[in-house]
């Protein structure tokens, strides 16, 4: 069965880039059923699609964050990533690996990214 | 960017009520709406996709209907494990928005 976990520092420092992994387990992420994508959650409020990419490598962003994310795979090592850059207090958050096949069918347990200045 | 709001923002309700929560498209998505549970420290959990097919493992108790611009979530009777947070997201295009969510608590 199909597994997702996230990894990457807790703590990040503001201006800094957040780098985030998550690795696939239990099937293959180069299954063309699948796009690959990254939420978030502050403290406290609700969720943040931040943006998907498909196992050819084609990638979607949210135009909030889409100046700052870029969102690559690795096939070889069955893992995707999230890196946004210069990030600030408000980037604080839980964020979610998921796979997304007619909807995000599958998540991660969630990471907490805590920027501090 | 098409976004999605999500009515109401809290309710108080019963166990064995019935519950329902809308979700407003900015422009039609064609029935590319999905609803998530999420309960506290958890990961959201996919219940219905496709506006009203509901998700393998998913009570009954739920379902989904909708078109177009509108969308409705309904739990038949209110279990002591269905007090959540409710989120709608729209899935016809990218950005794929969620809506602002719904809390379920216990009146």
């Known amino acids: 069965q199909m597994q997702l976990q996230e990894s990457g520092p807790g703590l990040v420092k503001a201006s800094e880039t957040l780098s985030l992994t998550c690795t696939v387990s239990?099937?293959?992420?180069?299954?063309?059923?699948?796009?690959w994508g990254w939420i978030r959650q502050p403290p406290g409020k609700g969720l943040e699609w931040i943006g998907t990419?498909?196992?050819?490598?084609?990638?979607h962003y949210n135009p909030s964050l889409k100046s700052r994310v870029t969102i690559s795979l690795d096939t070889s090592r069955h893992q995707f990533s999230l890196n946004l850059r210069s990030v600030t207090a408000v980037d604080t958050a839980v964020y979610y690996c998921?796979?997304?096949?007619?909807?995000?069918?599958?998540w991660g347990p969630g990471t907490l990214v805590t920027v501090s200045s | 960017d098409i976004q999605v709001t999500q009515s109401p923002s809290f309710v108080s309700a019963s166990v064995g009520d019935r519950v329902t929560i809308t979700c407003r498209a900015s422009?039609?998505?064609?029935?590319?709406l999905a609803w998530y549970q999420q309960k506290p420290g958890k990961a959201p959990k996919l219940l219905i996709y496709?506006?009203?097919t509901l998700q393998t493992g998913v009570p009954s108790r739920f379902s989904g209907s909708g078109s177009g611009t509108d969308y409705t979530l309904t739990i038949s009777s209110l279990q002591p494990e269905d007090f959540a947070t409710y989120y709608c997201?729209?899935?016809?295009?990218?950005?794929?928005?969620f809506g602002g969510g719904t809390k379920v608590e216990i009146k």
């Open positions: 496709a506006a009203s």
């Open positions: 998921a796979r997304l096949y007619l909807a995000l069918d599958l």
């Open positions: 422009q039609s998505i064609a029935g590319w």
């Open positions: 990419i498909y196992y050819r490598g084609g990638t």
């Open positions: 239990g099937g293959s992420i180069n299954n063309s059923d699948y796009y």
């Open positions: 997201q729209q899935a016809n295009s990218f950005p794929s928005h």
